[in-house]
DNA sequence: AATAACTGTGCAATCGTTCCCGAAACGATT
DNA sequence: AATCGTTTCGGGAACGATTGCACAGTTATT
């Protein structure tokens, strides 16, 4: 259907062969000045744009790099995927987005695809449900390279981007207590994740460091990450049946934030004097709501870009790199 | 760096040709169901996936799709962007996202790009500064399959799937007209986008058939579409020096309508007495604003989805496509 | 004048895969 | 015994681009 000139049609054309023409538009040196302008206002004129399945066939790489995060509807994620585009593109690198919508299931269906694409290198922020992480083991073994950003996972020797998770939580935790409350709950995604350890940790240490105790029937895990609404409102019933209810809720991620405002709205507790909130979210919005939110803002697009930024020094290495970063970036706290 | 196993290897190690490999391996009845199995079980064993860019090479198609679209962090595109991604993963196909961020200069690049990348198809929502489409028009008449949805133009004789914007703004203004505003301003992005000029019909409409007239003063343009906030601020102090103040505004987009709830808090008129919003959004969140607001929803997910289904046929047609379809979907009108 | 050095271009292999041919090997038919 | 058909497999070209090498033709050096 779509045919576009190849630099065998300009070498017929032209009565010319194909390494001279390959060889004029690459402006080399063994060409003369007469056959290289024949050759290249002729490739304008017939809008020559080279073959990629080709090159990449040849070069054995791509030139693009796969990015796996949960939703791009996400604020946290979509600016990180920003941040990663600024620098891929200005690189010469086309980036494939896939989502996982929190699913163990679609994470390593998209990775495998991502690799049977052939993709120079991956940049990914794991998912709700991820434990293990053998699939991207295997592939990493293999010599693709990873760079982890957000969600990290241990076992994996490579660089690590993530915010200062337990540091935002301390401070909005802090926050709370600040403002007078006591009994602080904690909702957060799936107890393994990465963030979720850092996270509940910052809680953790906010508390004891005010002499407040850390009450495990506070402490909430919701394994699907908030993709599940049923998931959440069972977690705000289990707290509401509590002889003594929390004050105030922290809470540790930006689709749970949204989702226990919308929670409390149907609960009908949304107003000041009900249930305080904090929480991680990178939404643009939070200002609108009413009553207002305190939250935990990730320098997301930093991160992306500084990921990208690590990934393609592992992609263009000479040689094997064998020492790995771990970038810890700062968050920051708005109090509404 | 990455390698993976390939036919040629399979074909070493088992002492038979790459022919027989690859007919093994795609199930072809002129071989053997010893030869089958051996071959299926060690390209099992080491891995085996086919290179899609030897395939693609081979067979003149990518089996990848591009997406431009002005940003994901808009709730209408990411949901769309899911619709697209249902369809065409399922079907086999690569979806490449893109960034306008409203500009014709990124719009152009990316459009190139994908070109470049040989993408089978291109599924388009123009940008707000597009007026003219020539860069899209010389790919479409050399044979580029594309599909336009949402924000569409007139010249290029293809499938397009849009909302009824001029119902869902005739709904939004009378929704306004029925809460007793008889002033009622609209803002809009960029006045050449298709989705202006139809939003701007039912807005009229709307007026007119409850007896108020168009006031053109209150009728504003934002060229970029609410990417910058300066110029949705400066609208507003247009209309807020008018001798007569609007008492509503029929905002006629997704950014937009965020934005000006963010231009209403910083000039200290969100409150439910001193003015009146509707506005087109997808976001999930709108139930949580005060003053809330009365929304216009797209299916932009189902839109998403029939875009793609039109696009994947008219990439997998068998002759020229000659015929082609206008879809327009309902909106929703959310009354808060 | 003979050789060396340089300039400009073409040939052919390569990347991974598919597919059109051709060709063994074998049994069946005449 | 010669022919035919089947089954099963290999050889090699093709897709588009790059690049080491070879090789004319020209100019410079001795």
């Not at 490579?158 to 802090?174: C, M, R, V």
């Amino acid at each position: 259907m779509f045919e576009s000139s190849t630099i065998k049609d300009i070498a017929r054309a032209l009565g010319l062969s194909t390494s001279t023409v390959s060889r004029a538009l690459r402006d080399s040196y063994e060409i003369s000045a007469g056959t290289k302008k024949l050759v290249t206002d002729y490739a304008r004129k017939v809008h020559y744009r080279p073959n990629p399945n080709a090159l990449s066939l040849k070069e054995r790489k791509s030139k693009s790099i796969g990015i796996v995060v949960s939703e791009v509807a996400n604020h946290y994620f979509s600016q990180a995927i920003n941040g990663i585009e600024s620098i891929a593109n200005s690189r010469g690198y086309t980036v494939i987005i896939t989502q996982t919508h929190e699913s163990l299931e679609r994470e390593i269906a998209n990775v495998q695809h991502l690799a049977a694409r052939s993709v120079d290198g991956l940049l990914i922020s794991l998912s709700a449900e991820t434990e293990t992480t053998s699939h991207l083991e295997e592939l990493h073994d293999r010599g693709l390279p990873i760079v982890f950003f957000d969600r990290i996972p241990e076992q994996i020797n490579t660089h690590k981007i993530t915010a200062d998770n337990a540091k935002g939580a301390f401070d909005a935790t802090t926050h709370l207590i600040r403002c007078g409350h006591k009994r602080i709950a904690h909702i957060s995604s799936s107890a393994h994740l990465s963030i979720s350890k850092e996270r509940l940790d910052g809680y953790t240490k906010a508390l004891t460091e005010n002499g407040l105790s850390v009450d495990h029937q506070y402490i909430k895990n919701c394994p699907h990450g908030g993709m599940i609404q049923e998931e959440l409102e069972s977690v705000f019933q289990e707290l509401m049946e509590l002889e003594v209810l929390p004050e105030a809720i922290f809470v540790a991620g930006d689709r749970l934030t949204i989702g226990c405002m919308h929670v409390l709205k149907k609960l009908n507790l949304l107003n000041p004097t009900s249930i305080a909130i904090a929480g991680f979210s990178n939404s643009d919005v939070l200002d609108l709501f009413n009553p207002s939110l305190t939250s935990v803002f990730q320098p997301a697009f930093d991160m992306g870009q500084l990921a990208t930024i690590k990934l393609l020094e592992l992609i263009e290495a000479k040689y094997p790199v064998t020492e790995f970063e771990r970038k810890v970036l700062n968050t920051q706290l708005f109090i509404r």
